[in-house]
């Protein structure tokens, strides 16, 4: 069995495994690589390897925007939504123009969901705020 063979049933057997919380993390993972590749793609010219880079982020941002519970999550699922049209929007961007500004936007958002992620899912609760009414 070869190497990369291996690593690929590796992945699988992880996502199948993972629950939600860290799913979540891998997506934002997933996010970040693309993104990374797709910014030295551009540096180096290759302009079908970037485009190719920059569709499978919004892939990712794609199924995370539309596995959002709006019912349930209200006004962080709100926000969350409108954050990943955001995200989009700066995808398609530099896509088309093949800027890496708005590829380091999104990547810099994207860190920081993952961060507060890690936290959530690490069990370090994120601190609630307590509505004084």
């Known amino acids: ?48 390897a970037a485009n190719e880079n920059l569709i499978k982020a919004q892939k990712i941002i794609n199924e995370l ?3 959002l519970d709006r019912e349930k999550g209200r006004e962080i699922a709100g926000n969350l939504f409108r954050l990943y049209q955001f995200m989009n929007s700066q995808l398609i961007r530099a896509n088309i123009k093949k800027e890496i500004a708005p590829i380091e936007i999104v990547e810099e958002m994207t860190i920081e969901l993952l961060e507060t992620w890690k936290q959530i899912v690490n069990g370090k609760q994120v601190k609630k705020v307590e509505e004084n009414e």
């Open 1 to 48: 069995m070869s190497v990369h063979l291996a690593y690929q049933q590796y992945k699988e057997v992880q996502v199948k495994t993972a629950n939600n919380g860290k799913l979540v993390l891998m997506l934002y993972q997933g996010i970040v690589k693309f993104l990374r590749l797709a910014k030295k793609y551009i540096e180096d010219g290759n302009i079908e």
């Open 65 to 67: 925007s539309a596995n």
